[in-house]
C-alpha cells in the first residue's frame, strides 16, 4: 500500500498542486462544488491511437472527492505494446464532473495509466496516457 502512495504522489505531484492552488482560490465566496457519487463498478473499454479496443473494468469507493479501487483490462502477455498487465489498484479524485484517476498496474509497475475524463450520468469518459511512454488514446466505462 505505501509503494501505492508513493507512486501516486511521485506521479501526480503537478496535479495535485494545482487543484490544491485552485480549491484555495476559491475563497469565501459561499459556493461549492456539486458533489458527484461515483462509488460503483464501471465497464467500458479503453481505445488507443491504432484503434485497438480493450476491455476495462473500474471498481470504484469514493470518500468526500477521494477515489480508491481495483481495476482490471488490458491484455497480458504482450511484450512491445502497452497492454502491460490486467489490473491493480486505483487512486483519484473528482471534483464536480471532472474526474482524474491513476491506474496502478500489479506488474509493470513502471507502466500506470492515467486517466482524466467526465461523470456524465453513469458514464465515465475521457482520456488516458500510459506513465513513461508516449502512449495513450480515449476511454469510456459505463455504471453496471
Sequence with gaps: MFAQIRWFFA??????????????????GGSTALLTTISGTYEGSFRDATASTLP???TLTQSGTSLLG????????????????????????VIGS????????????????SLTGTV??????????????????????TKT
Excluded: K
Design 11 to 28: 506521479h501526480r505531484q503537478p496535479a495535485l498542486l494545482a487543484a490544491s492552488m485552485a480549491l484555495c482560490a476559491c475563497g469565501g
Design 56 to 58: 476495462l473494468t473500474l
Design 70 to 93: 481495483t481495476w482490471s483490462g488490458g491484455l497480458t502477455n504482450t511484450p512491445n505494446s502497452y497492454e502491460y498487465g490486467n489490473g491493480g489498484d486505483i487512486v483519484g479524485t
Design 98 to 113: 471532472s474526474v482524474s484517476l491513476d491506474l496502478m498496474p500489479e506488474v509493470y509497475t513502471q507502466f500506470g495509466y
Design 120 to 141: 456524465n450520468g453513469a458514464t465515465i469518459s475521457g482520456n488516458f496516457t500510459i506513465i513513461n511512454t508516449s502512449g495513450g488514446g480515449s476511454f469510456t466505462a
